[in-house]
């Protein structure tokens, strides 16, 4: 249904003028293009691929004309409505896609092109001939802009003749705020003919808010403005700013066009997830689907931030001012349990408060708990981990001792008083889940316990730096020194959590091929009492939090997990291919992060219709950049950028543009070198090799 090239249209896209009178489609380039061939025009998979986002609307890959009956055409960010069971879902918003064409109209070739932003549709079947393109502004958040062109009696109660504009206002509430719209739509003849080729063109606006009621004025302003630049000036400044991202962010893998283009493909939608402004909430499926209710999980900080701190500083603030602005219900919720600090919340919406659901149903009809809310808490590490990253990349120490302060100090402070100590002194957190969901309600998780000390210790720097209570950072450091992590040197391997060796030693390879659902397979009371896990989960802290792993441990403990992970879970396939590279074995991570890769595109997990996994599009990205080609940035102290390359035989070369402390970097990674380009001086060490590169830059290596 949706593949990269088209050896018969190829030709014709760089010759074919786009409808109306915006000019000419970009040379079509297969690394850069996805092409959706279906004529199901009910295919909800595609829908959330060809998806338009500018950080404020997602615009699925509706048909034009078709869009009232589709489900959420449309989503804006941060607007919710009270539902039961899940608290807050995305409320409904109306379609600028809403178009006076037949229903009857096949569906056609699609073509998304990442470069612009740019989906076009061509029709040719029947007598019916239709030529569409739509964009949603990049700069103008809420603003979109669709043209068609198409042959006489296609049109629904329209003539094909020159028709004044005229506008549509539609206004909704929402909790806390709401959404309004405005639309723009002129039908003339396309040839000056009467009865001839008709061609529409449409101006939308979308007023967006989660704390106030927008107005009339502010879309119709809009729209005044998009009239007097034009549908031409419009695509012309897309274009421009496109460039400027990708200029910024773009990702190739030399001689390897499908995962270009899956890597180019994860960077649009993560990009078109995320505000530059204000606060962005990230949900797990961003703005291309309404899976999950819209819920902001731990995805954003752990899988989605990373990218954006590298590629694009101020969506990755934006994105940590969602969490900054909900400390409060955060202190609550700790409060509420007799704890100190803020606590934050597993599934969270417009206000923060948790509102991950207490009951799932099972595909056999039966009603099983969802303990996650209550018990996955490593999300608040998570939080403070995410803003440590960012200074990492971009805010340094001010930000950190400024507005990101408390997402680390108060985290610390809850762990402080979440932390039991036994009569040996030492320190223990019972009762959690972690990553591995697979099982509940267990001691001592590894993952959870490691990040609890990691947040422990950065706390406590984090205190001493701005004058904070010194007997308080003492005391975080004795908890983090104290607690328990399940590290064996004698073997190398961290036991996930208490009494796991003890399970059953069961592998996912003994019950099926991965990715599995295993709970399914064998059931969900013998999977528990199982060693097989559903995810990355002491592997996790191996790539969020290597520096504070024992020496030499990433290897045995790949050997022991890996065999017993079911990949239940669409982050995990990334989270193995990145570590993979990392322990020198990159053609077994090539196969996982190809299988990564594909979960989308091709819908292994038969979920994409309800919106793109964005964990997964981050964990690609962090995979090569993190893994293959072992790029390091951990520390606001840091002074280099650590590069440590390891590609798979059919890898030549991978080319990575990023910005750190205000640089532009580019690298150019082969298996024994590479070159860094830069726009100011910068270190950066290869392979232990420390070199200082002045612009415009030089080989290591």
């Known amino acids: 249904m949706v593949r990269a090239d088209s050896p018969t249209r190829a030709e014709t896209l760089e010759v074919v003028p786009l409808p109306g009178l915006l000019g000419t ?30 950080g404020t609307i997602g615009s699925r890959g509706v048909l034009e004309g078709d869009a009232v009956d589709q489900v959420a055409p449309v989503m804006a960010a941060g607007i919710y409505e009270s539902a039961p069971v899940v608290g ?31 989906l076009t549709r061509e029709v040719d079947e029947g007598g019916v001939v239709l030529r569409s393109c739509r964009f949603v502004c990049l700069d103008q958040p809420g603003a979109g802009v669709v043209t068609v062109e198409v042959t006489p009696g296609v049109l629904a109660g329209i003539s094909p003749v020159d028709q004044p504009a005229f506008d549509l206002v539609a206004r909704l509430s929402a909790l806390g705020g709401g959404v309004t719209l405005a639309t723009s739509t002129a039908v003339r003849s396309a040839d000056g003919t009467p009865g001839g080729t008709a061609c529409i063109e449409r101006f939308a606006a979308y007023a967006v808010s989660a704390t106030t009621a927008p107005t009339d004025e502010e879309v119709t302003g809009a729209i005044a403005q998009m009239r007097h630049v034009g549908a031409p000036g419009l695509l012309a400044r897309q274009r421009t700013l496109w460039m400027r991202r990708w200029d910024d962010a773009d990702i190739e893998i030399v001689g390897d066009i499908d995962a270009t283009r899956a890597l180019r493909l994860s960077l649009f939608h993560l990009t078109g997830a995320a505000l530059r402004r204000g606060e962005s909430a990230i949900s797990a499926r961003g703005l291309t689907g309404p899976a999950y209710a819209g819920h902001v999980f731990w995805d ?5 931030l990373p990218v954006l701190a590298a590629t694009d500083g101020a969506s990755a603030r934006a994105a940590l001012a969602y969490r900054i602005h909900r400390l409060d219900p955060a202190r609550t919720r700790a409060a509420s349990e007799g704890r100190s600090g803020a606590r934050f919340p597993w599934e969270s919406a417009r206000t923060g408060d948790d509102v ?21 808490e490593h999300v608040t590490a998570g939080v403070a ?40 002194g030492r320190s223990h957190i019972d009762h959690v889940t972690g990553p591995d969901e697979y099982h509940e309600d267990v001691d001592d998780d590894t993952f959870t316990n490691l990040m609890a000390r990691w947040n422990l210790r950065q706390a406590a720097v984090l205190s001493e730096r701005t004058g904070g209570d010194p007997e308080e950072a003492d005391c975080w450091r004795s908890g983090a020194d104290s607690l328990v992590d399940n590290y064996s040197p004698a073997t190398g391997r961290y ?38 896990i559903k995810q990355a989960d002491v592997l996790m802290a191996h790539l969020l939090i290597p520096d504070d792993m024992a020496p030499g441990s990433l290897a045995p403990n790949l050997d022991h997990y890996l065999p017993r992970t079911a990949h239940g879970s669409s982050l995990s396939p990334a989270v193995h291919a990145a570590l993979l590279a990392r322990a020198g074995r ?12 594909a979960i989308d595109i091709d819908d292994l997990t038969g979920t994409t219709a309800g919106g793109l996994h964005l964990a997964n599009l981050g964990g690609l990205w962090q995979a090569v950049v993190h893994g293959f080609i072992g790029l390091s940035v951990t520390s606001p102290d840091d002074r280099a950028l650590i590069l440590a390359p390891v590609l798979p035989e059919s890898w030549k070369e991978i080319r990575v543009r990023v910005r750190w402390r205000g640089r532009r970097i580019r690298l150019a990674c082969r298996a024994d070198r590479v070159h860094v380009s830069c726009d100011r001086p910068v270190t950066v060490e290869v392979h232990g090799m420390p070199a200082q590169i002045e612009p415009p830059g030089r080989w290591v290596g």
């Open 25 to 54: 489609a970009l040379p079509f380039d297969p690394a850069w293009c996805l092409v959706a061939d279906s004529d199901d025009d009910r295919s909800r998979v595609a829908e959330s691929l060809l998806c338009l986002a500018n």
């Open 586 to 597: 990159p053609d077994e991570a090539l196969d996982l992060f190809a299988l990564a890769a």
């Open 385 to 424: 981990w995410a803003a440590w990253r960012y200074a990492s990349w971009h805010g340094g120490w001010p930000f950190l001792e400024g507005p990101g302060r408390p997402l680390v100090i108060e985290t610390a402070r809850y762990w402080a008083s979440r932390i039991r100590i036994d009569d040996q």
């Open 300 to 304: 954003c900080e752990i899988f989605v």
């Open 356 to 376: 991950t659901p207490t009951t799932g149903t099972t595909q056999d009809g039966e009603t099983v708990p969802i303990r996650t809310g209550a018990l996955e």
């Open 495 to 532: 036991e996930q959590f208490a009494g796991y060796d003890q399970l059953e030693p069961l592998l996912a390879t003994d019950i099926g091929t991965p990715p599995l659902a295993a709970d399914l397979i064998i059931g969900r009371e013998r999977l528990g009492r199982s060693q097989i």
């Open 88 to 118: 807050e879902h995305p409320m409904p918003v109306p379609s600028w896609l809403d178009l006076p064409l037949s229903p009857a109209i096949p569906t056609g070739r699609r073509v998304l092109d990442l470069r612009d932003g740019l």
